[in-house]
């Protein structure tokens, strides 16, 4: 339901690496998320503004921006439950080239889920695939982490991966040790010596800002610790 006659400014990056913040006047309606209001602004007031989503209910993560210097889903997020002094900052995420306005490149982030081998390789790709009981602890163990949709707000959180762009970054590190948590995986120790080297899970200071923003309440960091421990064995054992 829209408050009559109130009003509130939006502030929105424009251009590339180089634009500028540009401010927009936009009616304030109480049950309004950020992604509707970015949309009307591309719809009333700038047709030439660039922005992305796709599913608009939290299943994709596409519509991922930074909000007020947080990143966040935009189609999740309430403006009542982010505006500032009838205020809002909207930019593209951090730690990741900009394409245009609201649109952050992605690239990144993909290439360093193929450093980490976050694909699924079968001990056996000839036989069937096996079952894991939903009750058993193995599967347990899988679940902690396997939600991740690949929307990039760890990324764009992490202080690490801003310092040390080698970094692979927690949403990878994350994919890696939910892997390696499958028996079925066969590829477990050269995924372990791949994200054990320099920019790997070593590299992570365990500042937590990642589980502190993950739409998905996921604990990458929690992931990364389980891969510090593993990785240490495996060095003791001479397997590293």
């Not at 509707?36 to 921006?65: E, I, K, N, P, W």
């Not at 909000?67 to 930019?91: A, F, I």
């Not at 058993?136 to 040390?164: K, L, M, W």
């Amino acid at each position: 339901m829209q408050v009559d006659g109130q009003t509130l400014t939006v502030s929105i990056w424009r251009g590339v690496e180089s634009g500028v913040l540009r401010d927009y006047v936009v009616p304030w309606r109480q049950d309004e998320t950020v992604l509707d209001l970015v949309t009307h602004v591309q719809r009333r007031l700038d047709a030439s503004l660039a922005y992305r989503f796709a599913c608009r209910v939290g299943m994709c993560g596409s519509c991922a921006m930074t909000v007020n210097g947080r990143p966040r889903w935009t189609c999740r997020t309430l403006v009542r439950d982010v505006l500032r002094r009838d205020r809002l900052e909207l930019r593209p995420l951090a730690n990741l080239p900009v394409i245009r306005d609201l649109v952050a490149d992605l690239t990144p982030f993909f290439e360093k889920w193929q450093r980490a081998r976050g694909r699924f390789e079968p001990l056996d790709a000839t036989a069937p695939m096996a079952a894991i009981r939903p009750d058993s602890d193995e599967r347990r163990a899988i679940d902690a982490g396997i939600e991740c949709i690949n929307c990039g707000v760890c990324h764009a959180a992490c202080e690490v991966v801003a310092a040390q762009p080698d970094y692979l970054g927690p949403a990878p590190l994350n994919r890696a040790w939910t892997l390696m948590r499958d028996s079925r995986d066969g590829n477990g120790e050269e995924r372990l010596r791949l994200i054990a080297a320099a920019g790997g899970c070593h590299s992570c200071h365990t500042h937590r800002r990642c589980a502190e923003v993950c739409p998905k309440q996921l604990n990458p960091t929690a992931s990364i610790a389980g891969l510090k421990r593993r990785a240490a064995a495996a060095a003791l054992r001479g397997k590293l």
